[in-house]
T-cell receptor, first 111, second 115 residues
Framework: SQQGEEDPQALSIQEGENATMNCSYKTSINNLQWYRQNSGRGLVHLILIRSNEREKHSGRLRVTLDTSKKSSSLLITASRAADTASYFCATDAGGGNKLTFGTGTQLKVEL | GAVVSQHPSRVICKSGTSVKIECRSLDFQATTMFWYRQFPKQSLMLMATSNEGSKATYEQGVEKDKFLINHASLTLSTLTVTSAHPEDSSFYIC???????????FGPGTRLLVL
């Protein structure tokens, strides 16, 4: 399987704290994307980082990419209870936007 | 943003029956649609990729005669689970993109329960 690994599998933090999730993958990529999934729902695209980029920001989200280590991290700053969800990284290795999803991190933000 | 709908959101059927799930892109033309399967607390597994007007490309281990995919128009793809069995019970999610997009836009998913 080419599926990436994410860690931690589960993360529980207090509101206001930062949450960091890591993703490792196996093949060369065109880009890496992060998605969020609320329980029993579809996925929402959060951010895309291309293989020639090292860091990207979007609101409270910060994504880094290290292609030499084939890894990425997603940082959510000043977390809120509404950030509670599962977060998946997905890699695009080229060829028709086909994505390979990581195993996911379940984030719980407590009040 | 781009909106993708799925219908039905939930379906319960008897073993041996066939179930059709629709995936529609509401405000853009989806040249490519993807079908995923997700088990509880697990990641998404790509089942097949369909391009408008051509046959779907199935991932290894996915039975094309079991999971029939049709992408007859730029806004609609259907997945038919034929002769469903309890082990087909799962959460099925579609996504869509056009040739200009690097991201996929996901539908809300369909929960299938086969009794």
């Amino acid at each position: 399987s080419q599926q990436g690994e994410e860690d931690p599998q589960a993360l529980s933090i207090q509101e206001g704290e930062n949450a960091t999730m890591n993703c490792s993958y196996k093949t060369s990529i065109n880009n890496l994307q992060w998605y969020r999934q609320n329980s029993g729902r579809g996925l929402v695209h959060l951010i895309l980082i291309r293989s020639n980029e090292r860091e990207k920001h979007s609101g409270r989200l910060r994504v880094t990419l290290d292609t030499s280590k084939k890894s990425s991290s997603l940082l959510i700053t000043a977390s809120r209870a509404a950030d509670t969800a599962s977060y998946f990284c997905a890699t695009d290795a080229g060829g028709g936007n086909k994505l390979t999803f990581g195993t996911g991190t379940q984030l719980k933000v407590e009040l | 943003g781009a909106v993708v709908s799925q219908h039905p959101s939930r379906v319960i059927c008897k073993s041996g029956t066939s179930v059709k799930i629709e995936c529609r892109s509401l405000d853009f033309q989806a040249t490519t649609m993807f079908w995923y399967r997700q088990f509880p607390k697990q990641s998404l597994m790509l089942m097949a990729t369909s391009n408008e007007g051509s046959k779907a490309t199935y991932e290894q281990g996915v039975e094309k005669d079991k999971f029939l995919i049709n992408h007859a128009s730029l806004t609609l793809s259907t997945l038919t689970v034929t002769s469903a069995h309890p082990e087909d019970s799962s959460f099925y999610i579609c996504s869509a993109s056009d040739r200009y997009q690097e991201t996929q836009y996901f539908g809300p998913g369909t929960r299938l329960l086969v009794l």
